[in-house]
């Protein structure tokens, strides 16, 4: 875990486009906030892997979402329920149950219903906010820590200089 976390900073200070680090945080948030065992969450690692998001931000955040699902899951069904009891909406329901695909999807389990609408509504609004929070980490937070006597001290030291080749030795530049 410690690890991970390390990467994550790692990638923060990296040059990695903030827009990749917020779409994997996004999508680890549909995978981490919905039941495993689902077929959007095949469509969501495709999804994943074909685009140009940062991998151990996208793990990091499914490691973390899958935590606040447990916390969440009677909101889920509480969402789930309430749109698959929808009287409008039965009959659609009905139809897509009929249908192979969507039984196996499993979208007729409230909480499967109610976690994927739950991600899908918080899908934008978490990307511009981690997009922006990104943005200011290196703008701001970032620049400043820099600064910092102590930390310009460890640069100039001869350990750091030795951290700096070894790890471009292992190809962790």
């Keep these: 875990m410690i690890k991970a976390i390390a990467e994550l900073l790692k990638v923060l200070n990296s040059e990695t486009?903030?827009?990749q680090l917020s779409l994997?945080?996004?999508f680890s948030m549909i995978m981490g906030l919905t039941p495993l065992m689902s077929l959007h969450n095949i469509l969501i690692l495709l999804i994943v892997f074909l685009l140009r998001v940062n991998l151990s931000t996208f793990f990091l955040g499914w490691a973390f979402f899958s935590g606040v699902a447990y916390v969440l899951d009677p909101l889920f069904d509480w969402?789930?329920?309430h749109v698959l009891t929808f009287g409008p909406l039965e009959s659609l329901w009905t139809a897509l149950y009929n249908i192979t695909l969507w039984r196996i999807e499993k979208f007729n389990n409230s909480i499967v219903m109610g976690s994927l609408l739950f991600s899908l509504v918080l899908f934008v609004?978490?990307?511009?906010?981690?997009n922006f929070a990104v943005r200011h980490y290196r703008d701001d937070l970032l620049t400043w820590v820099q600064r910092l006597r102590?930390?310009?001290?460890l640069k100039g030291s001869k350990?750091?200089?030795a951290y700096q080749g070894i790890s471009r030795l292992r190809g962790n530049s």
Excluded: H, K, R
């Design 17 to 19: 486009n903030p827009g």
């Design 24 to 26: 994997a945080f996004c």
């Design 79 to 81: 969402i789930g329920l």
């Design 125 to 130: 609004p978490l990307y511009l906010i981690s």
């Design 150 to 153: 102590i930390v310009q001290a």
């Design 159 to 161: 350990l750091y200089s």
